[in-house]
């Protein structure tokens, strides 16, 4: 039997992708964790290391491959723009992955469009910090807007319009588009915020992953709830619920407060040390200025915590 060499070569690149996203899974531990440059680097696949990520350019094609592998979003400090405004279109609420210059056939930009013709999964490289990544995947190109020099990503094509659905699937396909970009921007979320934090807890300093969350400081279903470092402070899951919930509230100068009637509560060593020892702490926030919580988000959270009181 004869294999042609096309399909020898789109089964090398399935089996690649598909240990790719194996390996990236397990070394974010399920997601949940940030990868460095190099550590995305060392990844090999059948005894060959093949890098995930180009060191400069966003659109990486490895040479063994016929398309484009992943994309990099560089890490944007708050307030300052990116070098590629890749954006979400208020039109249908699909991300946009700019060109990589302005030529159209541009390798890397060919690279990217005949991974949308294969139809074939990539990683998306999202900066969380200088030189660390949360990489989201599979995201797929569906599509291009050559007027603007952009490509058009999505994270399930499987949810992409039929032409004779009803308005219930209409609605669903609405529905989870949004999810899926919620999820996405939530994932780089955590990654910014337990970057900020070195991954511990800004009130009682645990530094266990799997125990600590990106907490929002203004709940992210109120329209101030921005997914921006800014309105983050990594928590642990007690101190976060405590936060939530007004048990424990934070001053605008940072200063950790715990409910009065908490304060004379007798139980046992979670409320002593875990609560009450907590009161009148100073939260440690990220050594940057810009990335310290912002004093009217705080302002708003505590004024709720003083009302629960
Ligand atoms: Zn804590």
Redesign the pocket.
Known sequence: MITDAAEILDDFDDRLRAAAFAWLTSRTFNGSGNLTYSEIQSFSFEGQRIPLKDRVKGIWKPASLRSALSITTTYRPPGVVRPYDDLIHESDGLLRYKWNGIERDEATNRALRSAMQLGVPLIWFFGVGKGVFKPVFPVFVVGEEEANRQFILDADPSVNAAVDESAAEQFLRRYLKVETRHRLFQAVFRGTVMRAYEGR??????QHGQL?DAAHIIPDSDEDGVASVVNGMA??????AAFDFGILGIRPDLVVQIQSGLMHEIDGPMLRH?LQE?HGKRVSVPSAKAERPRADLLERAFERFRQAG
């Open positions: 807890c800004a009130v009682c300093s645990l600590l928590l642990c899951k007690i101190h976060h875990g907590m």
